[in-house]
């Protein structure tokens, strides 16, 4: 087969067959980490060696090797790094005939159960997709779902997945595919060499004089809308080769240019202001919850406790105003269970916070407009960047460890917490999603955590000892108890709010001794 002569192989289904067999050896096995999902494009962060970037819906289309991941900034992963995250990278394939990619996925939970993903891009330009499919095919997420009046319906929620009519015939595999060498040609190129097509003397030497200058963009394809766009490129000689790893690497993807693009130096004066501008609204709103509060509650209040005092069943009370201008008569809305007196007090007591509300309100709108005035008229570079809140006192800072104890076993760290403080502050701010969760059942005690490498599996030597350090750091005299183990993403607070209380419901038990040492 000469995929140059097929008709239906376009440039970009090339570019998926070469970069599966080329990343599927460097890829498979390993763990994903992150996946950041962008518009038209995911990113997989495999580590910091391996990292792959499929662009569907943008070009260069296609499966491309990536640097290393940056830090995301979302704390909770988007929802494709929810489904695959933690599962092993198995196969990269291009099942059909068309630009289609499928990445398998494997993970074995910590109940030895064996569950497998799919990861399907259509590299399709402006059709582009992704789906995210169980083992059996059903869609359990996608990027673009089709709504129910369109036809042609493909990805609707818990459906198979479908390839397009025009990829449904199934095509050779890809290595054997590339049993020959390649004839990928540029887009630039492609017309000025298809008049060489069917001769292989003549392509060959038309691409050997092109690409002779080891300087000059013998892999790329530049264009004024897409940038740089590369593909890999192998000749029908033995002298003239171009490396795969170099084609298929993406030094500075275009979003990553637009991303650096838009961090100019007018982002943080548009935060200043964007910050400035809640700010405002805030006050606003306090101002106008003050305001709801007349100045007249303090004459109701004084006309109340002229009446004897008593227990009000609800409703409006009549009572007598003594005025400069004579006597005369208000009525006063009194909620039922009040004493009388005692809603004079509350009424007064509203009426002072409101005076004070309304006065530092009003300050606190003067500096905001002041400076809010002042932003709009100063130039960017000089404009200060977004306040920071102050640091609240009572939250322990990332990198203490307050009262928590580790050791090691057999390679594996166990750290348990001294007190509540430590527990909560060892489960919910220390702990990874995958580490195991360790606490003896129905008593007080310390949280123990052992961390679990994601490449490993935990002995079972190991959680016996994270289990009975559990129960030598609890309440409990017994020698023997039941301790509950799980993974920590199966926690939660406990709706009270205590420090180092938990909730959680999927767990495995196990009963342990004391250790004699």
């Not at 980490?33 to 970037?53: D, F, H, P």
């Not at 007349?294 to 009446?307: G, I, K, T, V, Y």
């Not at 406990?494 to 959680?504: D, F, I, Q």
């Amino acid at each position: 087969m000469n995929p140059a002569r097929d008709p239906t192989l376009s440039m970009d289904t090339l570019q998926l067959w070469t970069a599966a067999r080329y990343i599927a050896p460097l890829a498979t096995g390993a763990t994903l980490r992150e996946a950041e999902l962008g518009s038209g494009w995911l990113r997989l962060c495999l580590g910091t060696q391996v990292n792959l970037v499929i662009a569907q819906h943008r070009a260069p289309l296609g499966l491309w090797l990536a640097g290393p991941c940056p830090r995301l900034r979302n704390a909770h992963p988007n929802v494709p790094g929810q489904l695959l995250r933690g599962f092993q990278l198995q196969q990269i394939d291009v099942p059909w005939a068309d630009r289609i990619l499928q990445l398998t996925w494997q993970r074995v939970s910590i109940t030895k159960e064996t569950q497998r993903r799919r990861l399907i891009a259509e590299c399709f330009g402006g059709r582009g997709n992704l789906a995210v499919t169980d083992e059996d095919g059903a869609i359990l997420w996608a990027w673009r779902w089709d709504r129910l009046d369109s036809t042609g319906l493909r990805f609707l929620p818990g459906h198979g997945y479908v390839p397009p009519t025009r990829s449904a015939v199934p095509a050779p595999s890809f290595v054997d595919a590339l049993r020959e060498p390649l004839q990928l040609i540029a887009p630039r190129i492609r017309a000025q060499a298809e008049a060489a097509f069917l001769d292989s003397a003549r392509l060959a030497e038309t691409l050997r004089a092109r690409y002779s200058d080891p300087d000059s963009d013998w892999f790329e394809w530049r264009s004024a809308d897409a940038g740089v766009l590369r593909y890999p490129l192998r000749l029908h000689t033995q002298d003239s080769a171009i490396p795969t790893e170099a084609a298929l690497r993406l030094a500075a993807a275009p979003w990553d240019e637009e991303a650096a693009g838009a961090a100019d130096s007018l982002a943080p004066h548009r935060q200043a202001l964007q910050h400035l501008e809640r700010r405002l609204e805030k006050v606003r709103g306090d101002l106008l919850r003050w305001q709801n509060i007349p100045d007249s509650w303090q004459r109701d209040a004084e006309a109340l406790f002229r009446l004897p005092d008593a227990t009000h069943p609800g409703g409006e009370v009549e009572v007598t105003d003594y005025r400069s201008d004579g006597i005369g008569r208000r009525t006063i809305s009194v909620p039922a269970g009040y004493r009388l007196h005692d809603y004079a007090r509350h009424m007064l007591r509203q009426r002072q916070r409101a005076q004070r509300g309304r006065a530092a309100c009003a300050e606190q709108l003067a500096k905001l407009e002041q400076e809010r005035a002042r932003l709009l008229h100063t130039p960017s570079e000089d404009a200060p960047g977004p306040t920071e809140k102050p640091r609240d006192p009572r939250r322990l800072p990332q990198n203490s460890s307050p009262a928590i104890e580790s050791k090691e076993v057999d390679g594996f760290e166990i750290l348990w917490g001294r007190n509540a403080k430590a527990n909560d502050h060892l489960t919910f701010r220390l702990a990874q999603p995958w580490d195991l969760w360790f606490h003896v059942q129905d008593h007080p005690g310390s949280h123990v955590l052992l961390r679990r490498p994601r490449d490993r599996a935990v002995p079972d030597a190991v959680l016996e000892a994270a289990a009975q350090t559990a129960l030598q750091f609890s309440n409990i005299q017994a020698k023997s108890a039941d301790v509950d183990w799980t993974e920590v993403r199966h926690l939660k607070r406990h709706p009270s709010g205590s420090p180092g209380r938990v909730l959680y419901r999927r767990f495995q038990t196990r009963h342990v001794r004391r250790s004699s040492s």
